[in-house]
């Protein structure tokens, strides 16, 4: 199983990029897929998901920026950046979790950097 990021690059703020992670294996379309990120000298924190059903939340300092969205059919995930800030600089990270056989499990993709100049 692998997740590819792409998508990140450098742009001003209040420009906009969107990131794209295409996932190998056929768990797609029942794996919940996430986008987390991390700043330098900061934690990963979660930037926006969907679920299986399509279903969406966000974290709060980029709610009416993102959207999140999902193309089963070509095993992808997207994050759309609008209104880029500063803040917005780290590098962004997609995920993959779900179940099954009963078990948990969690993908990771290699990240793509956004930077976002004042």
């Known amino acids: 199983v692998q997740l590819q990021a792409s998508g990140g690059g450098l742009v001003e703020a209040g420009g906009s990029l969107r990131l794209s992670c295409a996932a190998s294996?056929?768990?797609?379309?029942?794996?919940?897929m996430a986008w987390y990120r991390q700043a330098p000298g900061k934690q990963r924190e979660l930037v926006g998901a969907?679920?299986?059903?399509?279903?969406?939340k966000y974290a709060d300092s980029v709610k009416g920026r993102f959207t999140i969205s999902r193309d089963n059919a070509k095993n992808t995930v997207y994050l759309q950046m609008n209104s880029l800030k500063p803040e917005d600089t780290a590098v962004y990270y997609c995920?993959?979790?779900?179940?099954?056989?009963?078990?948990?499990?969690?993908?990771w993709g290699q990240g793509t950097q956004v930077t976002v100049s004042s």
């Open positions: 995920n993959a979790a779900g179940l099954r056989a009963g078990a948990g499990y969690a993908y």
């Open positions: 969907i679920g299986s059903d399509g279903g969406t």
């Open positions: 294996g056929s768990f797609f379309s029942r794996s919940a």
